[in-house]
């Protein structure tokens, strides 16, 4: 790999693009967005070793870290490969990019620019290449992209400038002292795998599956240590205790069988050895007890393949949260290849699995990510026995295709769609369109149905001021309006067998006992939006004409004036 290649232009097969525009995507679609995300790649490198050259810098300047990368490609090109083209890597240029250009902040300039430089160490580790380069020492540690970190007992605090060498996959780091002289550490770090020497070198923790037919197993990264693992800002190492690293691989495992789950390709359909790099989020340790679901999960266009996911209790949840997460890094490259929407950003459309407005973009990526949760959840109800497992696959198979179709029929009388925009956007509408047509138990569809029309209609109450009428453009927000939690969505995932709570009486189908709770809870607070959104659903499940209608089409009509 090079940075003088000349590239040939990207031409998408149609048939790849139909299977993209579905929600789904076959293995040669993927490879396809991964070729072209390495083009991509390629550029941006391009264009931040321009702006590097001319950085002042104690560091071993730019333009020899990548003469020291380049000679370890060309006699070592697949692990070379590999390491550019990783997610953290992606996430590493662009952050750099905006620190060039002054819209990121992080830590001296030339210290994250020396970041060329560890990569350069990994592809000459990798090739067996000798080198000498100065690197940046954050308190004695000096990451390594793909492989670990190193840390030099007693250094100094801080940052500091040290020197590593490498020669026949052996790594040498030398570095300031806490009070005076040096301090020195040896490795080697493509065989040395378990934390030794005093943990002095800390070696990357990856998830590993092998397919139920005993395919050769493949692997995930389980990034703890890498700076640029976050989606934009330079993060410490944050390494997983023994436990929770064994956790995760539990999970993983579990979550991957879920997914290997046999039959063609489609929304939902995820081989989870397209996933390159996971990032645990929010804890180190296997206590105390993770939550059943993931609570917050995302991904960055910049990191193709990567994701940010805060563990959870569940495989089944950690399988969907895959899914989900896949599906942005599919349609994030495919907004580098083509221009889908035409986006100012404003952040006035109604979201379904979201509590706040959203700018078109985001919808669209919400749009595309649950259209692959619904055939996630699709599946399951395929293959559930009865009982819970299948009550809650079919609740969510009906609400998240209800939801994806709703921001799809958004997105297509926006009017700002492009051609491939459009195009895209009526084939996530023709697989959803087929799936309601799709039968559901009655019980899951009703609850489904609920919770959708409860979460809109506390998204008005809680966003829209009704002071305003709506204009063309859409809606005018409140100015007291905050983040509410949505604890609907998965409350009303199965039937409560002994309903107390007005929520509870709603989600088993007795509306007339949820609409008294509800009107006990109005007496006390009569603009409660939680209470008063519950109250309309019922009122409109036990009278749905026309006035209850209007109800639910503009709910936030029913509040007093927000003050101020």
């Not at 020669?167 to 009070?179: D, F, H, I, K, Q």
């Not at 991904?299 to 193709?304: I, P, Q, Y």
């Amino acid at each position: 790999m090079t940075s003088e290649q000349h590239l040939a232009p990207f031409r998408m097969p149609d048939r790849l693009f139909a299977e993209l525009a579905a929600g789904g995507g076959s293995a040669a679609a993927v490879a396809f967005l991964e070729r072209a995300e390495r083009a991509r790649r390629l550029l941006l490198l391009r264009t931040l070793l321009d702006h590097l050259d001319a950085l002042p810098t104690p560091l071993t300047p730019a333009a020899e870290a990548w003469r020291v990368l380049k000679e370890a490609a060309e006699k070592s090109p697949e692990p070379v490969e590999h390491l550019l083209l990783a997610p953290a890597t992606g996430g590493w240029i662009s952050h750099m990019l905006r620190r060039v250009r002054g819209t990121a902040t992080g830590p001296p300039l030339w210290a994250e620019a020396g970041h060329l430089c560890a990569l350069a160490l990994s592809a000459s580790l990798h090739a067996g290449t000798e080198a000498t380069l100065d690197v940046p020492l954050t308190s004695g540690r000096l990451p390594l992209p793909g492989l670990g970190m190193v840390g030099l007992p007693d250094a100094r605090e801080g940052l500091a400038v040290g020197r590593a060498t490498t020669a026949g996959g052996e790594l040498t780091v030398t570095g300031p002292g806490r009070t005076t002289g040096s301090v020195r550490v040896t490795c080697h770090p493509l065989t040395q795998r378990a934390d030794a020497e005093g943990g002095t070198w800390l070696a990357l923790r990856t998830l590993s599956h092998t397919g139920p037919d005993g395919t050769a197993p493949f692997t995930v990264v389980l990034e703890d240590l890498d700076p640029y693992r976050d989606l934009d800002d330079h993060l410490p190492p944050a390494r997983l205790d023994a436990d929770e690293a064994q956790e995760w691989q539990r999970l993983f495992g579990e979550a991957a069988r879920i997914l290997a789950r046999p039959g063609t390709p489609g929304p939902g359909r995820v081989d989870p050895a397209m996933i390159r790099a996971i990032v645990p989020f929010g804890r180190t340790a296997a206590s105390p007890p993770p939550p059943p679901f993931v609570q917050v999960s995302a991904s960055s266009g910049d990191s193709f393949g990567g994701m940010l996911i805060v563990r959870p209790a569940s495989a089944l949840a950690l399988a969907e949260t895959l899914v989900h997460e896949l599906q942005h890094s599919k349609l994030a490259a495919l907004l580098h290849l083509f221009p889908l929407l035409e986006d100012d950003r404003a952040e006035r459309y109604y979201a379904p699995w979201r509590t706040d407005p959203r700018h078109l973009t985001g919808l669209l990526h919400g749009a595309y990510a649950f259209t692959g949760v619904a055939g996630f959840w699709r599946d399951r109800l395929a293959g559930a026995e009865e009982g819970e497992e299948a009550e809650r696959a079919a609740y969510f198979f009906a609400l998240r295709r209800l939801q994806s179709r709703l921001a799809v029929r958004t997105l297509l009388t926006s009017g700002r769609l492009t051609v491939q925009g459009r195009a895209l956007v009526s084939g996530l509408a023709r697989t959803l369109d087929g799936w309601l047509r799709e039968p559901v138990p009655h019980a899951a569809l009703t609850r489904a149905r609920t919770a959708a029309a409860l979460h809109r209609t506390e998204w008005r109450l809680r966003n829209v001021d009704p002071a305003v009428e709506i204009p063309s453009d859409g809606p005018r927000f409140r100015t007291d309006r905050a983040v509410w939690p949505d604890v609907r969505t998965h409350s009303f995932a199965t039937r409560p067998v002994v309903p107390r709570t007005a929520d509870e009486h709603l989600a088993a189908g007795d509306a007339a006992a949820a609409l008294a709770r509800y009107a006990g809870q109005l007496a006390a607070d009569p603009a409660e939006p939680h209470a008063l959104a519950g109250w309309i659903v019922a009122r409109a499940v036990l009278d749905p004409g026309r006035e209850t209608r209007r109800m639910l089409a503009r709910p936030e009509l029913l509040q007093p004036l927000p003050s101020g």
